[in-house]
């Protein structure tokens, strides 16, 4: 198979380290070694959200973390306000609305992020049980400012669930910290795992609405999961991804063993955009204080997005491109994974090919903002 590099905002690719703990041999879901590995697993993800109480693992896709979300906090009654910048946040509306809440909708334009001050006043205009919104637009590439929409809204604020799918391992996010309710993610992107696990992790007061009312789904009951979570020999109640815990015990280990892993992160968002910018790209996401650190949309003005996305691949490079309005329109790379300065000049030096540029200073911009402060 040819070599390909994997720029795919999920899956991302996957470390040795995770990929070989996945390999290991199979054991059972109901024996000590299995409720050992239960329990490093949710010690890591306890470190890395810096949250206490337990992380649900689904067997399924970051989707089904936010249908668990809709199963336990969506019913008929309930009134939900979905704050959306993309595709991403109407797929939780969608969801929400399907297991019967009224929906309040607010959208931001694509590209845009969302502000505290929108939040704060259609919480107060609508008055809703719920608020849905988005950590990282992964369809445009859009981080939103979560910590500062909590400190935002009124202390005794409705329930508020974040879509952290393509945001979570990359950015700091620490639910308990900033007042969020409930939190979905997956193990593709930012946690750096195949696909296949849905994580969900809830406040105490949550955990009481869930507990309270029985979910209108019993794969998703989150009640049922942490029923079993027995502190000391965690348990699900029906058959685990076994290997996948396997691989997401290796990767947190790995992303939690590097102080810097974050500001990593960030770096090499920058380092890509200005390089992207001075080839003559152009960001999609104009304000940078909205830029995503794992994943960077671009477009090409009075060039042929679909050509570059073609001669792209062509050379082993799997980028992708929009989707929704923005089909055809942008690009996509991501950068989850360990980009340091060998992957960018690789990133960059495969974009500079595809365009046919003829300025080679995109390395010098890159360089530039590669090596300014790395909490900058
Ligand atoms: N929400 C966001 C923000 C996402 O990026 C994605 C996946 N791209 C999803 C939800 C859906 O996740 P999955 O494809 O794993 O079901």
């Given at each position: 198979m040819m070599n390909r590099y994997l720029f795919t905002p999920g899956p991302v690719p996957v470390g040795l380290e995770a990929s070989l703990a996945s390999a290991r041999p199979m054991i059972s879901h109901r024996c000590a070694a299995f409720h050992e590995l239960f329990e490093r697993v949710e010690h890591g993800l306890s470190t890395l959200l810096r949250s206490s109480g337990p992380v649900v693992i689904f067997p399924s896709s970051g989707t089904g973390?936010?249908?668990?979300?809709?199963?336990?906090?969506?019913?008929?009654?309930?009134?939900?306000?979905?704050?959306?910048?993309?595709?991403?946040?109407?797929?939780?509306?969608?969801?929400?609305?399907?297991?019967?809440?009224?929906?309040?909708?607010?959208?931001?334009?694509?590209?845009?992020?969302?502000?505290?001050?929108?939040?704060?006043?259609?919480?107060?205009?609508?008055?809703?049980?719920?608020?849905?919104?988005?950590?990282?637009?992964?369809?445009?590439?859009?981080?939103?400012?979560?910590?500062e929409?909590?400190?935002?809204?009124?202390?005794?604020?409705?329930?508020?669930?974040?879509?952290?799918?393509?945001?979570?391992?990359?950015?700091?996010?620490?639910?308990?910290?900033?007042?969020?309710?409930?939190?979905?993610?997956?193990?593709?992107?930012?946690?750096?795992?195949?696909?296949?696990?849905?994580?969900?992790?809830?406040?105490?007061?949550?955990?009481?609405?869930?507990?309270?009312?029985?979910?209108?789904?019993?794969?998703?009951?989150?009640?049922?999961?942490?029923?079993?979570?027995?502190?000391?020999?965690?348990?699900?109640?029906?058959?685990?991804?076994?290997?996948?815990?396997?691989?997401?015990?290796?990767?947190?280990?790995?992303?939690?063993?590097?102080?810097e892993w974050f500001a990593l992160r960030a770096r090499a968002a920058r380092a890509f955009a200005a390089g992207l910018e001075a080839l003559g790209y152009e960001m999609l996401v104009r304000d940078a204080r909205?830029?995503?650190?794992?994943?960077?949309?671009?477009?090409?003005?009075?060039?042929d997005v679909a050509d570059v996305v073609r001669k792209l691949r062509a050379m082993g490079v799997e980028p992708a491109g929009g989707q929704g309005p923005l089909k055809g329109k942008i690009i996509r790379m991501s950068h989850y994974h360990d980009v340091r300065w060998p992957e960018l000049s690789m990133m960059l030096g495969a974009l500079y090919a595809a365009k046919g540029?003829?300025?080679?200073?995109?390395?010098?911009?890159?360089?530039?903002a590669w090596e300014g402060r790395i909490d900058g």
């Amino acid at each position: 198979m040819m070599n390909r590099y994997l720029f795919t905002p999920g899956p991302v690719p996957v470390g040795l380290e995770a990929s070989l703990a996945s390999a290991r041999p199979m054991i059972s879901h109901r024996c000590a070694a299995f409720h050992e590995l239960f329990e490093r697993v949710e010690h890591g993800l306890s470190t890395l959200l810096r949250s206490s109480g337990p992380v649900v693992i689904f067997p399924s896709s970051g989707t089904g973390a936010l249908e668990a979300l809709g199963a336990n906090f969506s019913r008929p009654g309930t009134k939900a306000l979905s704050v959306s910048c993309g595709a991403f946040g109407d797929r939780f509306r969608e969801i929400f609305a399907r297991f019967g809440a009224t929906m309040a909708n607010v959208d931001v334009p694509y590209g845009e992020g969302v502000t505290p001050e929108v939040v704060a006043s259609a919480v107060e205009r609508e008055r809703p049980d719920v608020v849905l919104l988005t950590m990282n637009e992964t369809s445009t590439g859009v981080l939103n400012p979560i910590k500062e929409i909590m400190e935002a809204l009124p202390k005794d604020h409705p329930l508020v669930l974040v879509d952290g799918v393509s945001g979570i391992g990359t950015m700091p996010f620490f639910p308990e910290e900033w007042g969020v309710d409930g939190l979905a993610t997956a193990s593709q992107k930012g946690l750096l795992v195949p696909p296949g696990l849905g994580l969900v992790w809830l406040s105490p007061r949550a955990w009481e609405r869930a507990s309270a009312e029985r979910a209108s789904s019993y794969y998703f009951d989150l009640a049922l999961q942490r029923k079993h979570m027995k502190e000391g020999a965690p348990e699900n109640p029906y058959t685990p991804p076994v290997s996948l815990y396997h691989a997401l015990d290796a990767s947190l280990a790995e992303i939690l063993a590097e102080p810097e892993w974050f500001a990593l992160r960030a770096r090499a968002a920058r380092a890509f955009a200005a390089g992207l910018e001075a080839l003559g790209y152009e960001m999609l996401v104009r304000d940078a204080r909205f830029r995503s650190h794992g994943v960077t949309a671009f477009s090409l003005p009075g060039g042929d997005v679909a050509d570059v996305v073609r001669k792209l691949r062509a050379m082993g490079v799997e980028p992708a491109g929009g989707q929704g309005p923005l089909k055809g329109k942008i690009i996509r790379m991501s950068h989850y994974h360990d980009v340091r300065w060998p992957e960018l000049s690789m990133m960059l030096g495969a974009l500079y090919a595809a365009k046919g540029s003829s300025s080679g200073d995109f390395m010098r911009a890159a360089l530039d903002a590669w090596e300014g402060r790395i909490d900058g």
